[in-house]
């Protein structure tokens, strides 16, 4: 079974399909909505946003996961569907970005810690170094790159982490 917010509770239903509504399926109905006039007009940049966990099982995070790995795969499929009509498709997957989201971590000092520790350059990244990434992959410099899913996690998953 899947774990809920503990290892001993199950996840349910309605969490499952909440986190994948959000995550997931708001990437799809965007794509229906922009893709015909992307197709159309022969060009157009879509970069999505996933997540390191997309690639990875943490534990009591099953919808999330999931739904970011969903993300990276729908990356790749619009990247072949779009490629043809001119339109780049990429992902861009943080890790422990200094956002409200890990306000928890940050509130104790010994996970803050830790987490740091696992990070090659050995600090959070910052909202702002995420919007430069999604600048570059918007703008002309990225005209040949697409179907990526690019990690901006300080080297962590060189480490083997996956924070």
């Not at 229906?32 to 390191?52: D, E, F, L, W, Y």
């Not at 890790?95 to 409200?100: A, E, K, L, N």
């Not at 104790?108 to 810690?113: E, F, G, I, K, S």
Request: with cysteine; charged share 15%.
């Amino acid at each position: 079974a899947l774990a809920g917010e503990n290892a001993e509770t199950p996840l349910e239903l309605a969490d499952w399909q909440k986190v994948l509504g959000i995550n997931l399926n708001a990437a799809f109905y965007f794509a229906r909505a922009v893709g015909p006039h992307m197709m159309k007009q022969k060009r157009g940049k879509v970069v999505i946003t996933s997540s390191t966990a997309g690639d990875e099982g943490q534990s009591t995070l099953a919808a999330y996961c999931v739904s970011k790995g969903g993300l990276n795969s729908l990356t790749r499929v619009l990247c072949s569907e779009w490629g043809p009509y001119n339109v780049t498709v990429n992902a861009i997957a943080p890790g422990m970005i200094r956002t409200p989201t890990i306000k928890p971590i940050e509130a104790d000092a010994a996970v803050l810690t830790l987490s740091i520790s696992l990070v090659p350059l050995g600090r959070l990244g910052t909202p702002r170094e995420v919007a430069l990434l999604a600048l570059f992959l918007a703008s002309d410099a990225s005209s040949y790159i697409s179907g990526q899913v690019f990690t901006i996690d300080g080297g962590a998953r060189g480490r083997g982490t996956g924070i």
